[in-house]
């Protein structure tokens, strides 16, 4: 499924990054960080997101305190693991892994590219063949979690997102009495 992303990630440093996933490839088109936000500044950001939504971004917010999350921006952490009891942040550098080694990221002309380099982290690999990673979040750059983030993002379904949803509900609709709603209604 195709998406538009809009993420902002500020575990260190306020970064937002605006990317599109077509066809199996993720197209950053802007990245920013900002220093010493405000109040103001967070309400504007989040004022973007907002509307950004409404032309059908999901937006993600990747923030160990709760300050642009809500309101239809959904919060997420690389830390937690995910329904099949994988840590997001294996499954989003597996990915990494896998997009960069067949050029599946790109960058808009004015984005400057991300590296997250090997020396961040450490891959093992289990005895059941499970893969796993050991990151120094210290030397990890924010601009590279924003990236990492928006991949686990494309990549996964987070049911609360408005695109997801309709492509639900729509493929359960498919073929339905469009009078069926109407006569329940006036049944009940």
């Not at 032309?55 to 690389?78: C, H, Q, W, Y």
């Not at 891959?123 to 601009?143: A, F, H, I, K, Q």
């Not at 997801?164 to 109407?182: C, D, M, T």
């Amino acid at each position: 499924m195709d998406k538009k992303l809009f993420i902002v990630s500020t575990r260190t440093i306020d970064t937002t990054l605006i990317a599109g996933w077509r066809n199996g490839s993720l197209r950053v088109q802007q990245v920013k960080t900002y220093k010493d936000l405000n109040d103001k500044d967070v309400q504007t950001i989040r004022g973007q997101m907002k509307l950004y939504r409404t032309k059908g971004f999901t937006a993600v917010a990747n923030e160990p305190i709760t300050r642009f999350a809500g309101d239809g921006i959904m919060s997420i952490s690389l830390t937690d693991k995910d329904s099949n009891n994988i840590p997001r942040l294996t499954s989003a550098l597996t990915a990494f892994k896998q997009l960069s080694k067949r050029g599946g990221i790109s960058y808009a002309e004015g984005a400057k590219p991300i590296m997250v380099p090997e020396t961040v982290y450490n891959e093992t690999v289990n005895e059941r063949g499970e893969t796993s990673y050991v990151v120094d979040w210290e030397m990890l750059d924010e601009r590279a979690l924003a990236l990492l983030t928006a991949i686990y993002c494309a990549l996964n379904h987070v049911t609360a997102e408005s695109n997801y949803l309709q492509a639900v509900f729509g493929h359960i609709n498919k073929g339905r009495n469009p009078n069926l709603k109407s006569k329940l209604v006036g049944t009940f």
